[in-house]
């Protein structure tokens, strides 16, 4: 299994452009989550699904789009970026999620960057 | 409002010796509770957790404490290696999500 895969892995953005941060699954996970981190400010969760077709957000939605329509995939749309999203991207994966004994998997992050 | 507080930045440490992270929350309905590791330039890999019914656990040289009173939990380290330097996040299970720490890195030197 490769786990949590995402791409790209760096990234610089023109102020105002849009880009899609891609995230895929191959371990059959319902529930998926997109953090940013920021400098000395740990994980804030921007948007999560607990299954295909379902998206709610997190603390820091404002400037991002998901969807989900497989159980593989959960992009995260960013549109008209702005420097404020400068940061690093995470996806992660959970088997089931609510309840919680289950572990959360990341990927490798994507390092974004607004000019 | 921060509900899941990490209030040491970093922490130096000698190796061989015993290293304390200190994580506070605020939720008292906060009922799990784990330790993500990361290197720099990777996502952050679970180390250990910990559920409100218990008040230690422990995984070879890890162990974590759960005080429920005073809504404090810690991870110590012995002993302590230098491949343990990484940031440690704590984080508490909040329904469907994560509420992550702002973390604490940890230097181990020789």
């Known amino acids: 299994n490769a786990g949590v895969t995402q791409t790209p892995k760096f990234r610089i953005l023109k102020i105002g452009q849009s880009m899609t941060l891609q995230c895929a699954q191959d371990m059959n996970h319902n529930y998926m989550y997109w953090y940013r981190q920021d400098p000395g400010m740990g994980l804030k969760l921007i948007y999560y699904s607990v299954g295909a077709g379902i998206t709610d957000k997190g603390e820091v939605p404002n400037g991002y789009n998901v969807s989900r329509s497989t159980t593989e995939d959960f992009p995260l749309r960013l549109e008209l970026a702005a420097p404020s999203q400068t940061s690093v991207y995470f996806c992660?994966?959970?088997?089931?999620?609510?309840?919680?004994?289950?572990?959360?998997?990341f990927g490798p992050g994507t390092r974004l960057t607004v000019l | 409002d921060q509900q899941v507080k990490q209030n040491s930045p970093s922490l130096s440490v000698q190796e061989g010796r015993i290293s304390i992270l200190n994580c506070d929350y605020t939720n008292s309905m906060f009922d799990y509770f784990l330790w993500y590791k990361k290197y720099p330039a990777e996502g952050p890999t679970f180390l250990i957790s910990?559920?409100?019914?218990?008040d230690k656990n422990e995984d070879g040289r890890f162990t974590v404490f759960l005080n429920k009173s005073a809504k404090h939990l810690s991870l110590h380290i012995v002993p302590s290696q230098p491949g343990d330097s990484a940031v440690y996040f704590c984080a508490a299970s909040d329904t469907d999500k994560l509420i992550f720490g702002t973390g604490t890195r940890l230097q181990v030197f020789p």
């Open positions: 992660a994966s959970t088997p089931r999620g609510g309840g919680f004994t289950d572990t959360q998997y």
């Open positions: 910990i559920s409100s019914i218990k």
